[in-house]
């Protein structure tokens, strides 16, 4: 998802990010470096990764200093080797160390996505599947973190609950059966949205095909489970048309075999809510 099209400005997140560490002022700086200071700062790769955040990096430090010089960026996508520059900076001294956390937290949380996420697309080349992430964004970072992973190779699933309707195993219990939850649930959406299934057995996938469906998703099945499932729908009359998504108990060592068994879609949580951080220093010298 570009960042031109968040639902929220952009600007005024990284302006809250910037209140909520600054507070009342950067006392430390204020005592110690004058405002007239210039200085240079260096944004360095302590590891290898895919960089990915380096434009909310500028923005950021851009809101302490409108004046400042960008050096030698790299682009977001770049892979980036152990000691590698991705940035440098050019500005008052005082708002590169007044935004350095900021900026660089960000900047290591965006490529450790960006990052994780292109393992897994490596993982699966070759195969029709495509990579996806889920919901399972940090509050407040959804639309960073989501961008993170597009820049990693990955595709984004529902970026909220408005953008489709996904049946889950919630939703089921809750109506009373699968069969019920599709037929309320169609009583009061039109086709304006995609219509998801998300179904944990042969069984309850048998009984969401006697629907019209956009897609189904395959819950916590194993390889072998999955296999059984494509060859289900794509038997269906309409079933060539169904996508069909696999979720659940993913890693890098058994992504593989999820996506050999037939799968369009897998989608892991993991991409963002269990990424690690890249280790990523900013240096500041005087200019």
Not at 20 to 28: F, N, Y
Not at 54 to 79: C, Q, W
Not at 179 to 196: G, K, P, V, Y
Not at 216 to 240: S, T
Request: charged share 25%; with cysteine; net charge negative.
């Amino acid at each position: 998802m570009p960042l031109s099209l968040v639902r929220i400005s952009r600007q005024e997140a990284l302006k809250r990010f910037l209140e909520e560490d600054i507070g009342r002022g950067d006392v430390t700086t204020l005592a110690i470096v004058p405002p007239d200071q210039q200085a240079i700062g260096h944004f360095v790769a302590k590891a290898p990764l895919i960089l990915a955040g380096i434009e909310l990096v500028v923005e950021t430090l851009a809101i302490m200093d409108e004046g400042i010089v960008v050096e030698n960026r790299h682009r977001d996508g770049d892979e980036l080797h152990e000691g590698q520059r991705a940035a440098s900076v050019r500005g008052q001294a005082r708002a590169l160390l007044t935004g350095e956390r900021v900026a660089t937290n960000l900047l290591q949380r965006l490529c450790g996505i960006a990052t994780l996420t292109r393992r897994f697309v490596e993982a699966v080349r070759g195969t029709q599947a495509k990579i996806l992430d889920t919901r399972k964004t940090t509050p407040g970072l959804r639309v960073f973190e989501k961008y993170a992973v597009t820049v990693g190779g990955g595709i984004n699933h529902r970026f909220g609950l408005d953008d489709a309707i996904l049946i889950k195993d919630n939703h089921i219990r809750l109506a009373g059966g699968i069969s019920a939850a599709i037929e309320t649930a169609r009583q009061h959406e039109s086709r304006s949205h995609r219509f998801e299934v998300e179904v944990a057995t042969l069984e309850e996938l048998q009984a969401a095909l006697r629907y019209d469906l956009d897609a189904v998703l395959l819950d916590n099945m194993n390889p072998e489970m999955v296999r059984q499932a494509v060859a289900c729908v794509r038997a269906h009359e309409h079933g060539n048309k169904i996508v069909i998504e696999a979720s659940g108990g993913m890693t890098l060592d058994n992504v593989r075999a999820f996506a050999e068994a037939g799968v369009d879609w897998i989608s892991i949580g993991a991409l963002t809510h269990t990424a690690p951080a890249v280790d990523m220093s900013f240096k500041i010298y005087p200019a």
